[in-house]
């Protein structure tokens, strides 16, 4: 059974074991994809290098479906060496259309 997605949900401190723990799962390729919505996603790679994870974690972007809400997302992980697969189409930034280009494509992958 697939693991819920909290699109909303902000990590704050306290949440750094949580934040290691999907670095890891990415890194080991227990994650099918990651979706990115905000260019925030560059505290995550700050921490990850910092920690001594970034390497990782990039590499694990890199195996997986990644999606990213708009340019300015897709800028921000193309300059960390990660591949957008997915966009929104027709300029359409916001969450539901590019949870369902998510969706559509791993439907596609599992079909």
Same mark, same amino acid.
Do not use: C
């Given at each position: 059974?697939?693991?819920?997605?909290?699109?909303?949900?902000?990590?704050?401190?306290? @949440?750094?074991? %949580?934040?290691?723990?999907?670095?890891?799962?990415? &890194?080991?390729? %227990?994650?099918? +994809?990651?979706?990115?919505?905000?260019? %925030? /996603?560059? @505290?995550?790679?700050?921490?990850?290098?910092?920690?001594? %994870?970034?390497?990782?974690?990039?590499?694990?972007?890199?195996?997986?479906?990644?999606? &990213?809400?708009?340019?300015?997302?897709?800028?921000?992980?193309?300059?960390?060496?990660?591949?957008?697969?997915?966009?929104?189409?027709?300029?359409? /930034? /916001?969450?539901?259309?590019?949870?369902?280009?998510? +969706? +559509?494509?791993?439907?596609?992958?599992?079909?």
């Amino acid at each position: 059974m697939p693991d819920p997605v909290l699109p909303y949900v902000y990590a704050s401190e306290v @949440d750094d074991a %949580r934040v290691i723990a999907v670095m890891d799962d990415i &890194a080991a390729g %227990r994650i099918d +994809a990651s979706l990115r919505k905000h260019p %925030r /996603f560059v @505290d995550s790679a700050t921490w990850a290098r910092i920690s001594g %994870r970034q390497v990782e974690l990039v590499q694990g972007l890199q195996r997986i479906t990644v999606a &990213a809400v708009g340019s300015v997302v897709a800028a921000e992980l193309e300059t960390l060496g990660v591949q957008v697969d997915i966009m929104p189409r027709e300029n359409a /930034f /916001f969450m539901k259309p590019l949870v369902r280009e998510l +969706a +559509a494509a791993l439907m596609k992958v599992t079909n």
